[in-house]
Nanobody, 117 residues
Framework: QVQLVESGGGLVQAGGSLRLSCVVSGSIFSIYGMGWYRQAPGKQRELVAAITSIGATDYADFVKGRFTISRDNAKKTVYLQMNSLMPEDTAVYYC???????????WGQGTQVTVAS
């Protein structure tokens, strides 16, 4: 069974940075595209950034130029470097496959990111 474990969140002032990590176990990692998602209170989960199995990346418009997604296949880990954080980035961040229709069934617990103004 696939397990996703996110970490690295926390409380940061606006303009600050955080680096999130997601370790994937129980699956072949290198062949899958991966994505970071976030869900703010009262809002739907949304895709923030995605990276294909060969490292091509794509970003939601609201994080372009501020966030960077990367992966380490040897460590079965996907990262999200978040710079210039804004209060509207406050959410629980999750990782999963980059396409929701084929997402791993079990989501991780997520990691809370809170940006204070």
């Amino acid at each position: 069974q696939v397990q996703l474990v996110e970490s690295g969140g926390g409380l940061v002032q606006a303009g600050g940075s955080l680096r999130l990590s997601c370790v994937v176990s129980g699956s072949i990692f290198s062949i899958y595209g991966m994505g970071w998602y976030r869900q703010a209170p009262g809002k739907q989960r949304e895709l923030v950034a995605a990276i294909t199995s060969i490292g091509a990346t794509d970003y939601a418009d609201f994080v372009k130029g501020r966030f960077t997604i990367s992966r380490d296949n040897a460590k079965k880990t996907v990262y999200l470097q978040m710079n210039s954080l804004m209060p509207e980035d406050t959410a629980v961040y999750y990782c999963n496959r980059d396409i929701l229709s084929v997402a791993f069934a079990s989501w991780g617990q997520g990691t809370q990111v809170t940006v204070a103004s």
